[in-house]
Every structure is written in structure tokens, then in C-alpha cells.
């Protein structure tokens, strides 16, 4: 299952938005308002938003500075949510996340629409920083 979010603009350098992004940290400004919990742990963050179970992702790429990548710290959801960032002018820069999860159909169907709506969250999120 593949989704992705539109592309929005940051207004923050590509270097500046990278940096701000690989502190896990600054993820819970970015994080839905229903967010139960948020826990920072090195390499990686945990989170559960209400209703939903925890989740731990956790960087497994960094290309300065143009993308990030996070995935699933279970074996149970194989999934990778990146981040792309490519520059628009000196102050600003363009961002798109894309969700690439490997789900059965069933599974797929559950989980389409609230990924959906989380992804367009924390990238609309990012447009206010």
C-alpha cells in the first residue's frame, strides 16, 4: 500500500527543515491533537494517538538534506513512512511525505483512510511551522 501527501511548502531552508526533522523531538509539534502519548528514545520515537495502538518508528535513513526515512520498529507492520525535501528558494523548502506499508488487503482497507488523514496531518502541521 502506497500513499502520499501533497507536496507543501515549509517555511524553513531545506537544511534547516532536515535538521528539524532529525530531532525526533520537534515530531510532537507535528503530531495530531489526539496524540495520547509521545516518548523520544534516541534513534527512534513512540506514539499512540487515542484508540490507536503504540507505535515506534525509527530512523532508518538520512540523505542530507533532502530525505529521511522512518520505519516500524515491529516486525508485525512492515512499513516506512519518508520524508522528501527538496529546496524552493534559499528560505524555503518543499515537502512530501510517502507511506510505503506492506499490508494484507484486509489490513490495507482498515488502515488506508486514518494513515491517510495522519500523513496529511503532520505535513500540514509542518506548513505552520
Not at 95 to 102: C, E, M
Request: net charge negative; aromatic share 10%.
Amino acid at each position: 500500500m502506497n500513499l502520499e501527501t501533497k507536496k507543501t511548502v515549509i517555511n524553513k531552508s531545506q537544511k534547516e527543515f532536515f535538521e528539524f526533522l532529525t530531532d525526533l523531538n520537534n515530531f510532537k509539534v507535528l503530531m495530531p491533537e489526539n496524540t495520547d502519548k509521545f516518548e523520544v528514545d534516541g534513534d527512534s520515537f513512540l506514539f499512540s494517538l487515542k484508540g490507536m495502538p503504540e507505535i515506534r518508528l525509527v530512523i532508518t535513513e538520512k540523505q542530507e538534506f533532502d530525505k529521511i526515512v522512518l520505519g516500524a520498529a515491529s516486525s508485525k507492520l512492515n512499513f516506512n513512512l519518508t520524508v522528501a525535501i527538496q529546496v524552493v528558494t534559499e528560505n524555503s523548502c518543499e515537502a512530501q511525505l510517502l507511506f510505503k506499508g506492506d499490508f494484507n488487503p484486509m489490513m490495507a482497507m482498515m488502515v488506508k483512510s486514518p494513515l491517510q488523514k495522519f500523513i496529511d496531518t503532520l505535513t500540514n502541521n509542518a506548513s505552520k511551522l
